[in-house]
């Protein structure tokens, strides 16, 4: 049972470059979300999708976009990174049986240059 | 829309000491109710939850918490810490599918 991936897990980057971060899950949950986590900020949420082809503004979507058209797949990119977007990526998937509840990859590491 | 509050950003103790962290959100409506634990170099796990019923949750490795609706406050213990504690926890309320999580609060648990 693979759950949620994420790829790559570390990234290293120059500012001004696009970058896609990856996120698949093999529950078929409907909801999944991106979070970015920063020290003493938590984890912070970016967007998220109910759906194929339905996303979300988050707290702090400026800077990125997201897409999905596969249940199991949500991309984020960063069309042009920022210093300040050096951070950790979170993804997490939700399930409708269970509110609320998420369940969590193991990250990406982001660093921009 | 719903903030969430804890209220220590750092607590170190030694090893059987009791644990307790507090956490208040904000939020008029009915509310699920979660503690998240994130251990170095790894991603969130839940310990525990809360949806209805017993407001007392016990969860995974003896943690328990405790969920006060006048006081809006769900706070984590746990009676006797180990070594292996030491992570960072997070308190997250949860509304129409969406989680707020607080800033944190990271454990050093001394040997």
């Known amino acids: 049972d693979a759950g949620i991936t994420q790829s790559p897990r570390y990234k290293i980057t120059e500012t001004g470059r696009q970058v896609t971060l990856m996120c698949h899950q093999t529950w078929s949950h409907s909801y999944m979300f991106w979070y970015r986590q920063d020290l003493g900020h938590g984890l912070r949420l970016i967007y998220y999708s109910a759906a194929a082809d339905i996303t979300d503004k988050g707290e702090v979507p400026d800077g990125y976009v997201v897409s999905r058209s596969k249940t199991e797949n949500f991309p984020l990119t960063l069309e042009s990174a920022t210093r300040s977007q050096t951070s950790v990526y979170f993804c997490a998937s939700s399930g409708l049986a269970v509110a609320n509840e998420q369940f969590f990859g193991p990250g990406t590491r982001l660093t921009v240059l | 829309a719903q903030s969430v509050s804890q209220h220590n950003h750092h607590v170190i103790l030694s090893e059987a000491a009791s644990l307790e962290l507090g956490c208040n959100y904000s939020y008029g409506g009915t509310v699920n109710l979660f503690w998240y634990v994130q251990y170095p170099g790894q991603h969130l796990q839940l310990l525990l939850k809360?949806?209805?019923?017993?407001?007392l949750v016990k969860g995974i490795k003896g943690f328990e918490a405790e969920f006060i609706k006048s006081k809006f406050s769900f706070n984590l213990r746990k009676p006797s810490v180990q070594w292996s504690d030491t992570a960072e926890y997070f308190c997250?309320?949860?509304?129409?599918?969406?989680?707020?999580f607080g800033a944190g609060t990271t454990v050093t648990v001394r040997a």
């Open positions: 809360y949806f209805s019923g017993d407001p």
């Open positions: 997250a309320v949860g509304n129409d599918y969406k989680l707020s």
